[in-house]
């Protein structure tokens, strides 16, 4: 059995459910959504660490991951629109800028390499974190504030980098940790990756 390739179709499986009960259950879904994001995330940890662990972690396999992580944070952000469009409509200019710079992300990726970004950076990894607090805090409590602004912060300077990779990289490649790293990569020296951060 592939684990990983499980575990990210279990992430492909929750999005339609996570809006399902937003939309159907409205306010008594948001404990259930909260538990299902935390899931969601562990299972992103996880298909990584395990695809490395069995020597499975493929170009494929990680393009299905970062394509799928993109509907799973959507279906969240989908579902705090539904059970909280005043705190969406409040902070919309941010999370226009940031569909913005997601978007801008894979325009420079498939213009350059005609592949979509696949970087699995380590801002993109803290971005991942900040945008679960951020949720919590709005689906869970029903509040914005600091958690907000934080991975608003976080996002663009994480998709800032992202850029920077798809720019400097003279070929497509995945899992690249910082600009830095992609840098290292044009210089033709060897980088180090961490087995349980990146691939």
């Not at 809006?19 to 404990?31: D, P």
């Not at 899992?175 to 180090?192: E, N, Q, W």
């Amino acid at each position: 059995m592939n684990i990983p390739k499980a575990l990210i179709l279990f992430r492909l499986l929750l999005v339609p459910i996570i809006i399902g009960l937003a939309y159907f259950l409205g306010e008594n879904a948001r404990v259930i959504i909260v538990i299902l994001m935390y899931l969601g995330l562990f299972s992103d940890i996880l298909d990584g660490i395990v695809a490395r662990k069995q020597n499975i972690s493929t170009e494929k396999l990680r393009r299905m991951d970062s394509q799928i992580d993109i509907l799973f944070w959507l279906s969240i952000g989908f579902a705090t629109w539904i059970l909280s469009p005043h705190l969406i409509q409040e902070n919309m200019y941010a999370v226009i800028a940031i569909i913005g710079m997601e978007a801008a992300c894979y325009v420079v990726s498939l213009l350059k390499f005609k592949k979509e970004t696949c970087t699995h950076a380590f801002l993109s990894k803290i971005w991942g974190i900040t945008l679960l607090i951020a949720f919590t805090s709005l689906i869970g409590f029903n509040h914005a504030g600091f958690p907000t602004v934080l991975t608003i912060i976080v996002g663009l300077t994480s998709h800032i980098d992202v850029i920077l990779i798809t720019l400097i990289l003279p070929k497509w490649t995945h899992d690249v940790p910082s600009s830095y790293h992609a840098y290292l990569i044009r210089k033709g020296a060897t980088i180090k990756r961490n087995k349980y951060l990146n691939g």
